[in-house]
């Protein structure tokens, strides 16, 4: 059972789940969502491409090199802008971006286009600063593992670790291994980065007593839909470190 392996590395990263509007969490390993993303941009996939294919491999992660939660705070919203038609008999002029929305009868959410309701805000969005994770996508279909290891050598898009402005500090593609989910954690070598000789894996699992459910196994990005997939956490003593590639 091929494994494609992708090393997640680089100054911050953040893999969120349900976070929305001012408060942007992040997980504290990178998410099945987010690897599976970072795929389909290296195979030039467009969004409304159907993931059936990815989502059906096995994930597992291996985080050897936790790193450390951060977080930045920003602003958004505030200050005045033109009408967006000069014509308007309304001379009030638009105002920041878009917030405070409200719910429309039809179920979706809609802001308001003047000053009223949109003042400035305060975001607090959190990242892994300094971490370095081995990811791992496992399937029955040698092609397709050897079809990914390949695009992401030579991406369609540009590649990021969860959010645009967090780039891989070193080449995301670390090849394939025959080894599937129960074993490649405990034989692949650590990363160079590794700060720990025992690292927790997280292996997507059946539903069973003890696995956790989280919701990132991604249906469509363009409706941002997930189900639930299951993770046993573990630990595992691999290989020392390969010489710094």
């Not at 680089?10 to 969490?25: F, L, N, V």
């Not at 990914?148 to 959010?163: E, V």
């Amino acid at each position: 059972m091929p494994t494609v392996l992708l090393r997640l590395a680089g100054p911050m990263q953040s893999y969120g789940t349900s976070s929305r509007w001012e408060e942007r969490a992040t997980r504290s390993r990178p998410t099945k969502s987010a690897v599976i993303g970072l795929v389909a941009n290296a195979l030039g996939l467009s969004a409304d491409t159907s993931l059936d294919t990815l989502t059906g491999m096995t994930f597992a992660v291996r985080g050897d090199r936790p790193g450390r939660q951060m977080r930045d705070e920003q602003t958004a919203g505030g200050g005045h802008f033109p009408p967006a038609d000069p014509h308007s008999p309304n001379p009030e002029p638009d105002y920041g971006a878009p917030r405070n929305p409200t719910l429309t009868p039809q179920g979706t959410l809609q802001a308001n286009r003047w000053k009223d309701g949109r003042d400035t805000v305060l975001l607090t969005k959190h990242y892994l600063a300094d971490a370095a994770f081995l990811a791992g996508l496992s399937t029955h279909d040698d092609q397709l593992a050897h079809t990914i290891d390949t695009a992401l050598r030579r991406p369609a898009r540009l590649l990021f670790l969860g959010r645009h402005c967090c780039p891989p500090a070193r080449p995301v593609a670390h090849g394939v291994t025959p080894h599937g989910p129960e074993h490649w954690p405990s034989k692949i070598p650590l990363l160079p980065e590794a700060t720990t000789a025992q690292p927790t894996v997280w292996t997507e699992v059946p539903p069973m007593t003890g696995a956790l459910p989280s919701a990132e196994n991604p249906v469509s990005f363009t409706a941002r839909s997930h189900t639930t997939l299951f993770l046993h956490a573990s630990t595992v003593t691999p290989p020392t470190p390969e010489p710094w590639t």
